[in-house]
């Protein structure tokens, strides 16, 4: 058998490889990890039956609260983590049976930015050379070529040379990231996974690092998948969206239809938290109610049902299918059509007890419960 | 004075002068090549009143803060400036009368709430200090207020959290445990530095929403510190916005974020916004903060102003830095091309060498 090698990808499709499957997919991926103390197979359901797929050249999001397995994705899909069952093809190979030689010639076209810049470079390596690293460890060049690879680098991300030879401790959280993402687009990359790229910076470096990334998208014509908390930015950057709640996609659709008709309860709160200027503050917090249950036990039935205002006893016990609401929008909610309407606008909270039977109204509007 | 029977002491009604901070300057003695980290900043907060500090990081908003409390990191030292909290000047107070004002008439509300909570220490213990120290109730008088407060907050089940370590904890009810500890002893002054930034949108609202009750209810006034704008729209009365430890705009909040006139302040807000223009670029503001403090003479935004690069450079941007001036009667802004009340101001500052 010869091995994958991405590098002859072009050629590799051109001889027939399966064309219509999206670039990137991703079937029924489950990660447990199993909890020391407990022998008969106690785990946290991390990410619990995930699939989507992301089509050459697009931005897929990623939204959800800390804990719902956003980078555990991530981290499965690059390997960094194996995964507990499910399939993970990026163009059209399974990425979770790879090994030894095949695996390393993989990692050269998937690449990931981390959140934390800080975290992601070694503080006592310069920045040239923690961003040589991966070129010499996939043999390109010679270190004079990988030198100017990476001075041309650091100019693509707007840096100038005088950063080759800093520290990271000499360099903001902004140039850091510029840093990161220099490094991972190195080795030319096909996907692209960006962890919370933006959120440790401040409001101005984050429009520049949004730029930068729209930029150097067009520029390599990647593919990304984009994980964030916050659905203005992904709003910008996404062509399409999915929403994530304890370890499950629970809506997924097109960017535009997922602002104007957001069909589950949780993106309704989740867009109406972000954007606190358009929604204020009273109609935002009274969306959701208490806290995120742990995901060592997630809760019976549909898994938001402890924290929906609209939940019914139904939601308790049956376990919620995904529905297709409407063409490429996929909901995990079976009273999806029954919710009022335009409940992220405004105040729904402050008229329930009012109006519209056959919606279904908030149960209970508050936060303090 | 014996500051115990202070606490005792009518604060002062809403819409009184709480807090006056007057050309606060904080600098580092030891190193007289570093330019001051807050130079020369004014202002004033109300009994009552939500005052938000926004900024990119590195422009002094902590900085102010901290020197509220008197806990600068060592090396940094208040070398100017007076802050008259109530009347008295914290900055000349000994640390006996200091600890009585911690904790006690202000309370602080930090990012990271499970860094700030002692991890060795129960979460009751912890919310019950503030009463214990300032107040001197018993344990049993303490523990039921406890009680009481985290069912404020919004803790489900107080009588089974109180007893919990803080690694129990999830963010957003860690945050709600400092809320609960920093009004327990009823202080005048919440200093509120970005309560919301480690945690999830769905609880960073949760959150807002309750401080926003819990300051209503109790006329508390509020210092929030903060580089979200639209915390600001939701919380604040007053805004100032700072950039390389000075203040560069102030203002009603409506006003500010409606029509703000320095450039920096309308920066901020069209980065905020995350609108693409036609080109699919989102606006951004050039270059960074980092070595404003260093420009020696001349406006200290003028290498990543907008309306200078768009050729609306005024004579005295490149030589003279401008004044805080108010301008519309009610805001102040520090910039050449906003057109003053007067034509004179009566603050005139300039660049020392």
Redesign the interface.
């Known amino acids: 058998m010869t091995l994958y090698d991405p590098i002859e990808r072009n050629l590799s499709r051109d001889k027939g490889t399966d064309q219509s499957e999206p670039f990137v997919v991703v079937q029924d991926l489950v990660k447990h990890y199993p909890v020391p103390g407990f022998p008969r197979g106690r785990s946290v359901k991390s990410v619990d039956g995930v699939s989507f797929t992301i089509k050459e050249g697009e931005i897929l999001g990623l939204v959800g609260e800390s804990g719902c397995g956003k980078s555990t994705i991530a981290r499965v899909l690059m390997r960094l983590t194996p995964a507990t069952s499910g399939v993970a093809r990026v163009d059209a190979r399974n990425v979770l049976a790879m090994k030894g030689e095949e695996l390393r010639r993989m990692r050269r076209t998937m690449q990931l930015v981390f959140q934390d810049p800080f975290a992601a470079l070694d503080p006592r390596m310069k920045i040239g050379e923690s961003m040589e690293v991966p070129l010499a460890q996939h043999g390109i060049g010679h270190a004079r070529e990988r030198r100017d690879l990476v001075l041309r680098m650091l100019s693509d991300v707007g840096l100038d040379a005088s950063f080759y030879d800093r520290y990271p401790k000499q360099c903001s959280g902004g140039q850091l990231q510029r840093v990161v993402i220099g490094r991972a687009l190195l080795l030319k990359p096909w996907f692209l996974v960006c962890d919370e790229p933006t959120s440790a910076l401040d409001a101005s470096m984050r429009t520049q690092i949004l730029n930068l990334l729209t930029d150097l998208k067009r520029r390599f014509s990647l593919t990304m998948l984009m994980i964030s908390h916050d659905l203005r930015v992904m709003r910008y950057m996404c062509d399409r969206i999915a929403v994530m709640y304890l370890g499950q996609i629970v809506e997924i659709a097109d960017r535009d239809e997922l602002f104007e008709n957001p069909r589950h309860p949780y993106t309704r709160a989740l867009i109406a938290s972000s954007m606190l200027e358009e929604s204020g503050l009273n109609s935002s917090a009274g969306l959701l109610k208490g806290e995120a249950p742990s995901p060592l036990h997630p809760p019976s039935g549909c898994r938001f049902h402890t924290r929906c205002i609209y939940a019914r006893e139904a939601c308790s016990h049956n376990v919620q299918e995904f529905i297709q609401a409407s063409q490429d929008h996929h909901v995990r909610c079976q009273f999806w059509d029954q919710l009022e309407e335009g409940a992220t606008a405004a105040s729904s909270a402050d008229g329930a007890g009012l109006e519209a039977p056959p919606a279904l109204r908030p149960q209970a509007a508050h936060v303090a419960a | 004075m014996e500051k115990s029977t202070s606490a005792a002491k009518a604060s002062p009604h809403p819409g009184e002068p709480l807090l006056e901070i007057s050309n606060l300057r904080v600098s580092v003695p030891d190193a007289p090549n570093v330019k001051p980290i807050i130079d020369g900043i004014s202002l004033h907060i109300n009994a009552g009143e939500v005052v938000a500090l926004v900024g990119?990081?590195?422009s002094g908003k902590s900085m102010t803060a901290l020197s509220l409390m008197q806990l600068l990191p060592t090396g940094l030292t208040t070398t100017a400036g007076t802050i008259k909290f109530d009347g008295e000047d914290i900055l000349t107070m000994s640390q006996r009368q200091l600890n009585h004002l911690r904790g006690g008439r202000i309370a602080m509300l930090f990012q990271q709430p499970q860094a700030m909570l002692d991890p060795t220490s129960r979460v009751g213990t912890q919310v019950a200090e503030p009463i214990r120290v300032h107040r001197h109730v018993d344990r049993t008088t303490a523990r039921a207020r406890v009680l009481e407060l985290l069912g404020e907050v919004?803790i489900?089940d107080p009588g089974a959290r109180v007893d919990c370590f803080s690694y129990e904890l999830?963010?957003?009810?860690a945050q709600r445990v400092m809320i609960a500890a920093a009004l327990s002893a009823n202080p005048d002054l919440l200093i509120a530095d970005e309560p919301t930034t480690a945690l999830?949108?769905?609880?960073?609202?949760?959150i807002?929403?309750?401080l926003?009750d819990e300051r209503r209810k109790r006329k508390l006034a509020v210092l929030l510190i903060t580089?979200?704008?639209?915390?600001v729209?939701?919380?604040a009365d007053r805004v100032a916005v700072m950039y390389a430890g000075r203040i560069v705009e102030e203002g009603p909040t409506q006003q500010i974020l409606k029509s703000p006139q320095h450039p920096y302040t309308k920066?901020?807000i069209q980065?905020?916004l995350?609108?693409?223009d036609s080109e699919?670029?989102?606006?951004?503001?050039p270059g960074?903060a980092?070595q404003a403090r260093d420009l020696e003479k001349g406006c200290r935004f003028l290498p990543r102003c907008g309306t200078a690069a768009a050729g609306n450079l005024h004579e005295q941007c490149t030589h003279l830095e401008p004044a805080l001036d108010s301008y519309n009667d009610c805001c102040k802004a520090r910039c050449w091309a906003v057109k003053p009340n007067r034509a004179h101001s009566d603050v005139h500052e300039e660049r020392r060498p």
């Open positions: 990119e990081s590195g919004g489900p999830s963010g957003g009810m999830d949108v769905t609880v960073q609202a949760q807002l929403k309750l926003d580089h979200d704008l639209s915390i729209s939701a919380l920066a901020l980065c905020s995350l609108k693409a699919g670029n989102l606006f951004s503001i960074g980092a």
